[in-house]
């Protein structure tokens, strides 16, 4: 292989030697590390641990360390990552409902399963301090991989994503390449990559190319297994990720079958002008040729897996996960167009935070210096013993001297050294510059609103949401969306209809899925294949029957088919969900008041799970079928009580009418509850 292609940008084939393949990996991490050290949020990433663990350089004297900026800190991570859920689907098309709502089930059992919440804190807290976060989602083996597989989410900072060829977006979703670091146990390693147990290395017995490389596994052991007194290098093996958006079109003249076979990641790609399948059309398929779009050897990304110290890649194939999208995604919550990286909530406040604190020590040695002052003494007036070590704090303490001991004795600490009001409002206004800084008084309003959401200042505290709140919420969606999206393929492709039971129970499995491939979520056949009675092309038997042909599609096409037509409909957001409160409100009021609305969208306005939903293209349509159900089940009703002997009480005449006045609609709805004698019920109150 020439010198050129092994400096080239572009990947090298996979028929490339292994040794030109591993350079270009090696190249790669050099650029995406080069990429990092230039920015902000790494250049400062040392002081900004330092303020943050409350490390003070200045040499006062005093030991004091408030250090409330890890509380604001903490206080706004847990804030904005206090989620109920990782997304929830749905489906336009009739067919998909059920897979849909099977698919939210499932999804909320692994949400329980992999401490969504907890990951997305951890991700968070990586975000506010070092300036970006990351969040893996994977499906991981347990048992160093001979246990069973689970969708994990692996929380990771700054130094283990290493973005090459980022767009202007800063989008790393969109970048060429993209390597993760992952750090485990040197035992794990070798059960998971099994062939190469001879030559895989602990940390501590592999070399470095630069500082950054270096300096990664000490940042490895420090925030991701903590700092261990002994032997961390050398029980822990460095494994690299990478994902490259390969572009390469198969032109060689023959079809390419890519990943093991029998593996969910398989499948064959066509070269440019092979007649494939094209659909069916009249009930038999047709074929047609392949253009540039189907010819891609990698539609899904290309997975490089690497270790430093072993010699060739372990791994070179198609990416295992088939959503097509780079797994690390980004998390900030000080983002800006020149920043790739984000800003660590620490620049903002560094030097508010290093005045305050050498002013807390300054107010503090002073009080303290106040308490026991250093003291002087007239030696020729005293007359009686050396008073040099003398303690005005020990008990019981008598000292004879010549003269008025207020004139031999005195505090050498000048009187304009002193601890007055102004130093308290001085750190009082530090303490608030650093809360407006952090945005705390915006996510304090947040919290307050959740808990006051149906009061009558509600409009007047959504207004008090600043800026920074509502900026990192629609941050904080865009990537929990991007989350929501991988998990809905990954869902159907590493989870068996056996696993999914464990989580749902049977009773929630949709029939169709139980195909001819029972223990797959992956339908057998496309809908294109399916006849007009639901019945698959193929040879008629005797008996009227059908003889079933295999599919026509690869697994992996009738996978991304069917989590393609699951629309992602809600994610979590740092909101918690207000405007959405707001929207429930008003249709509560709505259905109250007796407006043409049907219940099916009150209760998925409301969250209500599997309520099910009624016909009807507009809302009044399906009002009106909702009417017409709602006549039909009273005529039930009254005939199963008329068959049970079942009759209206004595005197009850109809429904009688509690009273009072009708609401004024002069403020905005709250929820109220009356008739707490007779039986507590909610009402939606909007009158004074």
């Known amino acids: 292989m020439s010198q050129e292609l092994e400096s080239s940008w572009q990947t090298p084939p996979f028929e490339a030697s292994p040794s030109v393949r591993l350079g270009w990996i090696e190249e790669q991490i050099q650029e995406g590390e080069g990429f990092i050290c230039g920015q902000k949020a790494y250049k400062n990433l040392d002081r900004n641990m330092r303020i943050f663990d409350g490390i003070f350089n200045e040499k ?25 859920e990782i997304g929830m689907f749905g489906s336009d098309a009739p067919q998909f409902k059920q897979h849909a709502e099977m698919e939210n089930k499932v999804a909320k ?21 070092m300036g970006v976060g990351y969040l893996w989602p994977k499906c ?12 994990i989410f692996e929380p990771l900072g700054i130094l283990d994503v290493v973005p090459v060829q980022v767009p202007t977006n800063n989008d790393i979703q969109e ?19 099994p062939l190469f147990q001879s030559q895989l290395k602990p940390v501590n017995q592999v070399s470095y190319n630069s500082r950054l490389q270096a300096r990664r596994s000490d940042f490895a052991e420090r925030f991701h297994y903590g700092t261990q007194e002994r032997n961390w290098g050398n029980l822990y093996c460095e494994i690299r990720y990478t994902f490259v958006r390969d572009i390469r079109i198969n032109n060689t003249g023959y079809e390419i079958p890519m990943g093991d076979l029998n593996t969910s990641w398989f499948y064959k790609v066509p070269f440019v002008g092979q007649p494939i399948f094209g659909g069916i059309q009249n009930g038999k398929p047709f074929m047609r040729p392949a253009i540039k779009e189907d010819c891609r050897v990698y539609p899904f990304l290309r997975l490089m897996i690497s270790s430093k110290g072993v010699d060739i890649p372990m791994y070179d194939g198609p990416n295992f996960d088939c959503h097509g999208m780079i797994p690390a995604v980004k998390y900030e919550v000080d983002d800006w167009p020149w920043e790739a990286l984000g800003l660590s909530l620490v620049d903002n406040v560094a030097s508010i935070e290093q005045t305050k604190r050498k002013h807390e020590k300054h107010v503090d040695r002073v009080i303290t210096t106040k308490l026991d002052p250093p003291m002087g003494y007239d030696r020729t007036a005293t007359g009686g013993p050396k008073i040099e070590n003398f303690d ?60 006051n959401v149906g ?63 029972p223990d797959s979520l992956v339908p057998s056949h496309m809908p294109d294949e399916y006849g007009p009675a639901n019945t698959l092309p193929g040879q008629a038997m005797a008996d009227g029957s059908f003889l079933v042909q295999a599919s026509h599609y690869e697994k992996i096409e009738r996978m991304r088919h069917f989590a393609k037509n699951l629309r992602l409909v809600s994610v979590p957001s740092t909101l918690l969900k207000i405007t959405q409160l707001q929207e429930q409100q008003k249709y509560l009021m709505l259905f109250g008041r007796g ?35 709602e006549l039909l ?22 429904k009688q009418h509690a009273g009072g006045r009708p609401q004024s609609d002069k403020k905005p709805p709250k929820t109220v509850v009356k008739d707490k004698a007779t039986g507590p019920r909610p009402v939606q109150k909007t009158s004074a």
């Not at 360390?65 to 206080?75: E, G, M, P």
């Not at 059992?109 to 301090?129: D, G, H, M, N």
């Not at 998925?604 to 009417?627: A, Q």
Request: aromatic letters at 10%.
């Open 633 to 654: 089940l009273m005529a039930q009703a009254k005939a199963m009580a008329a068959e049970l002997g079942l009759g209206e009480e004595p005197g009850a005449t109809g």
């Open 109 to 129: 059992a692994i949400y329980l399963e992999s401490q969504y919440p907890r990951q997305l804190r951890k991700t968070l807290q990586f975000a506010s301090v």
């Open 455 to 517: 009061s009558d200042s509600f409009d007047k505290a959504l207004e008090s949401v600043g800026p920074i709140a509502k900026g990192i919420a629609s941050s904080m969606e865009a990537s929990n969306a991007k989350v929501a999206y991988m998990l809905k393929f990954m869902i159907p492709q590493w989870l068996s209809t056996r696993r999914i039971m464990e989580y749902i129970g049977a009773d929630n499995i949709t029939p169709d899925i139980l195909d001819f491939d």
């Open 392 to 451: 005005i704090f020990e008990k019981s303490v008598r000292v004879g001297v010549d003269g008025k001991p207020k004139d031999i004795l005195q505090s050498l600490l000048p009187e304009e050294v002193t601890v007055t009001e102004i130093n308290f409002k001085f750190l009082e206004l530090l303490s608030k510059m650093e809360k407006e800084q952090l945005g705390i008084d915006d996510l304090g309003s947040l919290m307050n609103m959740k808990m």
């Open 175 to 193: 970048a060429y390449a993209v390597t993760i670091y992952e750090y485990m146990p040197i035992a794990e390693a070798h059960g998971r990559f």
């Open 595 to 629: 407006y043409p609305i049907s219940p099916h969208t009150v209760a998925k306005k409301l969250g209500i799970e599997n309520y099910g939903d009624i016909d009807g293209n507009t809302e009044f349509e399906k009002w009106v079928n909702w009417k017409k159900l």
């Open 140 to 151: 991981k083996a347990t048992e160093y991989g001979f246990g069973e597989r689970r969708i």
């Open 60 to 84: 006062s004297g005093s030991t004091l360390c408030s250090n409330f900026l890890k509380y604001n800190i903490r206080k706004f991570v847990e804030t904005i990552s206090e989620v109920r």
